[in-house]
């Protein structure tokens, strides 16, 4: 998608001729290879969006958005997933428009357990770097579009952060463990402790 002059190019987008005619999250995406967005019905109201960032191409740093696809997969009513290889601001804007966020992470210097823990947005939104953590996301989502969800922060431990797409035996367990523990909150909307 071309960006001129505020208009989209009508031979590369072929659906328009305004940034208007587009929904919100569409106008952001710079790449759709680089963040895919599942994007459910309009008839359905979101309120459970799952965010699961890392690189694919690491081996278990990936497993935040493969939790995230999988999810996605399920078709859960009321429930819109992202995937994409760090947190970015234009993230803000999905994150204000929904109940309930979860984002998904691989942790290397944490625990040796999968985490599930209730977040609080920073004071301030600032970013020091391209890329944020989600209290600074949260942050971000209250200070330019007024609304700050429920959040909840869900980290797998990583051990192989080598170049392959392959989880190591553990993160698979983890994998399935997150999954469930995730499907079980968007049926109730109440986190459950995993095992």
């Known amino acids: 998608m071309k960006f001129l002059s505020g208009r989209v190019d009508q031979n590369s987008a072929g659906r328009g001729d305004a940034v208007g005619h587009f ?10 290879q680089h963040c895919r ?24 740093d990936g497993v935040g958005p493969r939790v995230a696809e ?15 290889p760090l947190l970015t601001p234009e993230l803000a804007d999905p994150i204000s428009r929904v109940e309930h966020v979860i984002f998904v992470d691989a942790a290397v210097d944490a625990p040796q357990e999968v985490q ?18 989600p209290r600074t ?11 700050v969800p429920e959040a909840w922060w869900l980290t797998i431990p990583a051990i192989d952060l080598g170049f392959c797409e392959q989880f190591s035996p553990a993160v698979r ?5 997150a999954v469930k523990t ?14």
């Open 23 to 32: 929904p919100r999250w569409q106008i952001f995406m710079k790449n759709e």
């Open 37 to 60: 967005y599942r994007r459910r019905p309009a008839t359905v109201k979101s309120n459970v969006l799952i965010i699961g960032y890392g690189n694919t191409l690491r081996g278990d």
């Open 70 to 84: 999988a999810v996605g997969g399920l078709n859960l009513p009321g429930v819109r997933t992202l995937m994409c």
């Open 116 to 133: 599930w823990r209730k977040l609080q947005p920073k004071e301030s939104s600032q970013l020091m770097a391209h890329a944020a953590d």
């Open 137 to 147: 996301m949260l942050a971000l989502a209250r200070d330019v579009f007024g609304h």
């Open 173 to 177: 367990r983890d994998f399935k463990a």
């Open 182 to 195: 995730i499907e079980a909150f968007c049926q109730s909307a109440e986190p459950k402790q995993l095992n």
